[in-house]
């Protein structure tokens, strides 16, 4: 028997109810939880006709019946049926496209929400989707670049000013944009007045990589030197990585520490998607690439069922997956 598909998974429910309490003294209230299996934190705040108000804390744990939690194999070979078609990725993936166009501004950049302020650190995570989405022939916005070349410069220059050029100044954002920047340089190599500050944060990147203290973070770092020529130091971080992991015949290849955190460069599957792409683009290692498949398969279906994991999460995964689908196709 099919049944209709969950649509309702908000991350927050709120009800705004006019209540009366019965002769017992009590309230009664129902309304429509999200149907996400999980546990909730619940707060009311309630006041009568003389505004005398209390406030209720609580937790809650919404559950079915019955709940089939589906098995599916860890890879489909080219060739075999996704359930997540390609004609429905295209689809919605157009309307994203446009979606994103839309919210676009004039100089490039994007804000948090429409017709906010432009930000650059969205504007960079958004510039780096489409900088990934280009390997399925999407056409990268390019027209974003100008504004985070600027917004890399600036930071060098302030560096300078305040006399700490030979000091540490590596951080997780710098590492997300020499990721994102590299997936560009052929559609628009770095302008001149800008080399310098890129090159200063290349050369942050091979002295202190190891001072980042997120797995992802050194990844982007390793993608990134190796497109930009130090092949050396990419796959000297690769290996680095590497012998921190441990590997399971059923869980595949994985790390010990914990990547659970409200800090996107912890992002679980984001992080374990990160190893894929390093694994493969850096060292081509297809054992590896198949053992952290196996795990980030693992961590995706296990996120349906928690509540802080973002949606970006695992779509980021299910992009690796695809990219790398010579050979096999993650989801």
Known sequence: MVGNLWGYLDETAFSFPHLVSGEDGEVRLEFTMPEALTQWKFL????????????????????????????????????????????????????????????????????????????????????????????????????????????IDEIYRRILERGHKDRNNLSP??????????????????????????????????????????????????????????????????????????TDEELGRFWRELELSWWWFRAPIETQAMMIEAFDEVMNDAEAVEECSSTATRKAWQSKSSSWQSGRRGKGNLHIGRRHGNRWTHV
């Open 173 to 246: 954002t710098i590492a997300l944009y020499l990721n994102g920047r590299r997936l560009f340089l052929e559609d628009k190599p770095i302008d001149a007045k800008h080399r310098e500050a890129v090159d200063y944060f290349l050369g942050q990147a091979r002295e202190h990589w190891l001072g980042l203290a997120s797995r992802k973070s050194q990844a982007h770092l390793a993608v990134a030197l190796d497109r930009f020529g130090d092949r050396e130091t990419a796959k000297g971080i690769m290996r680095s990585i590497k012998e921190r992991s441990v």
């Open 44 to 151: 009311g705040f309630a006041h009568d006709r003389e505004l005398r108000a209390g406030l209720l804390t609580d937790s809650m744990v919404t559950a079915k019946d019955l709940m089939v939690q589906p098995n599916p194999p860890r890879f489909l070979r080219e060739g075999d049926v996704l359930e997540f078609d390609d004609n429905r990725l295209s689809d919605e993936l157009g309307r994203a496209m446009n979606q994103w166009a839309e919210m676009q501004r004039a100089d490039g950049t994007w804000p948090w929400f429409p017709g906010g302020r432009p930000n650059d650190y969205i504007t960079l995570r958004i510039t780096t989707g489409f900088g990934r989405l280009c390997h399925l022939g999407v056409d990268p916005a390019v027209k974003a670049l100008a504004r985070l070349e600027n917004w």
